[in-house]
């Protein structure tokens, strides 16, 4: 297990919120943040602070991805036309492991990554086996014939703490979803309020 997996357990406390809506978030009975300095008093956050910490939170969200993938995106939803915190979420939601967490063929968004770095995904009938790998509108992503009955999927199946959102069409009995537009932030499920404009505030200091 890479230090980046482990660290999904701490990355609830450190940000104070249970950012994936789950059941078992150690936030749920301490909100304090992780190590022997977890609850000392928080002071106020400055500007800076603050935008950094809205990157955290959303990076964090994505399986924690790396700092260069993310800026990455960054740097992409700067170039195209319109709201670059809306382009920033539209580029995120289009990330492979992010269609198959929404898609509930999994049950976290570090497991849809795992998932499809072990090859248990086609998009289009071809095998992908990148996370990152950016999904496209009426792509349809399906989980293998041979992994359809392992029991990561049949349990993310029937998770009733998470639907599946509007823009994707997703059939549960033959595990295919279809990308049926590119989300804003509004239709994003998060379970926590997400500021992609400090992000990109803090990026363009």
């Keep these: 297990m890479t230090k980046r997996s482990e660290a ?4 609830d406390r450190r940000m104070g919120q249970n950012i994936w809506g ?29 935008q950094l910490r809205a990157k955290q939170k959303l990076k964090g969200y994505y399986a924690n991805i790396s700092e260069r993938q993310f800026y990455a995106v960054y740097v992409e939803a700067t170039r195209l036309k ?8 539209g580029l995120l939601e289009r990330r492979l492991d992010a269609v198959v967490y929404r898609a509930k063929f999994v049950s976290t968004m570090f497991a849809a990554r795992q998932f499809i770095n072990h090859g248990h995904i ?25 992994s359809k ?37 509004s239709e994003v499920p998060f379970p926590v309020q997400m500021e992609p404009h400090l992000i990109i505030e803090f990026y363009s200091r």
């Design 122 to 146: 086609k998009v289009n009938g071809k095998r992908v086996n990148i996370a990152s790998y950016k999904v496209k509108v009426g792509d349809v992503i399906e989980v293998k014939e041979a």
């Design 8 to 11: 999904k357990y701490k990355i």
């Design 82 to 89: 319109g709201d670059s915190g809306e382009n920033l979420i």
């Design 149 to 185: 009955q392992l029991a990561i999927v049949l349990e993310a199946n029937q998770l009733a703490e998470r639907d599946t959102p509007d823009y994707l069409e997703v059939d549960h009995n033959k595990q295919i979803a279809k990308v049926t537009r590119i989300p804003g932030l």
């Design 22 to 50: 789950r059941p078992k978030s150690p936030v749920n009975k301490r909100e304090y943040g992780p190590g022997q300095h977890g609850q000392r008093r928080k002071g106020k956050l400055s500007d800076f602070g603050t």
